[in-house]
């Protein structure tokens, strides 16, 4: 196989084994004739597979961009995946639970909620990490006032390599935003965020962990299904403010979950900046963002309401100061008491 085109087709990951094609087996051919022209011949167990057709395409338009003078020749041929070159290696395996924070769209507080959950289960005695894999917006390194942190990687004797994530309040950080600017979200595609994910969720030191919770990218896509494939999950939370409850991204997240090939539990749905009550009036609730969807929609489709948490001053104050408010701030503690306690009484003390 060539080395350069081995390199440059690790880019691409199998939506279902979320690892790159290169290493999940699925390239048996990756040549060079004299004339520059590429030939490669990919590997599926049916030819129609609609992943087979899907990333055959990836393979032709990488080529193109890469070699756009040299004819480039992609066939597939139906044979089983080459078993993998080596077994995996992992750093998950002393996490007890993870929960993963959705949303359907940015904004509406889902990196907000994450950090203060962590801080609310730390507080009830649970050690505690984040995964920042909101590659759109990643903001657990400024909640949690981290965003000078350079991630040391360590080598043990057997050369292994891990990455040691930052800690703040007896959480241990390890965010996407350590390593890409945000304006270069974008430009990354899909593949290159997968793989850098999958080399922060395996090779960070997370030690014995009772709860990591993962702040996803808003939405649902590649990213999320390569995570989900990646990891046990074993529940879901999702955040939405009043106004987005029941919208297309939000269902579209529930359905998602439910899927029957990603089967992940709802843990529930929080409903954020669900009212404001100002100092002056601490007997009023303005709703200012509509009322009463996420109770509809929670019963509607069957889903745990985990809580609603007010527009709160420090709560936003907390954030860009590097301490989430539920840490100092008793009437956000309160809400967030009530969602961790929820989480655990689902989740249960096995591991
Ligand atoms: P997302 O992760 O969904 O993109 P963020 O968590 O970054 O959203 O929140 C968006 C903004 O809203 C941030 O400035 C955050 O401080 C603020 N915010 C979120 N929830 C609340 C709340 N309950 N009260 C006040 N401000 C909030």
Not at 107 to 122: C, D, P, Q
Not at 253 to 270: A, C, D, K, S, T
Request: glycine fraction near 10%.
């Amino acid at each position: 196989m060539n080395e350069e085109l081995e390199l440059l087709l690790k880019d691409i990951i199998h939506p279902e084994t979320g690892q790159n094609i290169v290493d999940s087996g699925f390239v048996d051919r990756a040549d060079r004739g004299e004339d520059g022209s590429i030939a490669i011949t990919l590997r599926f167990q049916k030819a129609r597979d609609p992943f087979a057709q899907k990333i055959k395409r990836q393979v032709e338009e990488l080529m193109q961009s890469k070699y756009s003078d040299n004819a480039c020749m992609v066939i597939i041929r139906e044979a089983a995946p080459k078993p993998r070159r080596r077994e995996q290696q992992t750093t998950t395996t002393d996490i007890c639970r993870i929960v993963a924070i959705a949303s359907g769209k940015g904004g509406v507080g889902k990196s907000t909620v994450t950090a203060n959950l962590a801080v609310a289960l730390r507080h009830r005695g649970y050690n505690v990490g984040i995964l920042d894999a909101d590659i759109y917006g990643p903001s657990q390194a400024k909640m949690f006032g981290v965003e000078e942190y350079v991630p040391e990687a360590e080598r043990d004797e057997a050369g292994n390599e891990f990455i040691i994530p930052a800690q703040s309040l007896g959480i241990k950080i390890m965010s996407i935003g350590f390593f890409i600017r945000p304006t270069d979200a974008l430009m990354w595609r899909g593949g290159m965020a997968v793989n850098a994910l999958h080399q922060l969720i395996h090779q960070t030191r997370w030690g014995k962990l009772d709860y990591l919770l993962l702040d996803l990218p808003p939405g649902t896509g590649d990213i999320h299904l390569s995570i989900i494939n990646e990891l046990k999950i074993s529940g879901a939370v999702i955040v939405s403010t009043p106004q987005q409850v029941a919208v297309a991204d939000v269902v579209r997240g529930v359905e998602m979950f439910r899927h029957p090939q990603v089967n992940i539990p709802l843990l529930g749905i929080v409903e954020n900046m669900a009212w404001f009550t100002p100092e002056e009036l601490p007997d009023n609730r303005y709703y200012i963002f509509g009322r009463g969807g996420a109770k509809r929609y929670a019963e509607s489709a069957g889903i745990t309401l985990l809580g609603q948490v007010p527009i709160i001053q420090s709560i936003m104050e907390g954030s860009e100061d590097g301490r989430p408010a539920s840490g100092y701030d008793p009437r956000v503690d309160e809400y967030y008491a009530d969602i961790a306690d929820k989480i655990v009484e689902n989740l249960g003390d096995e591991c």
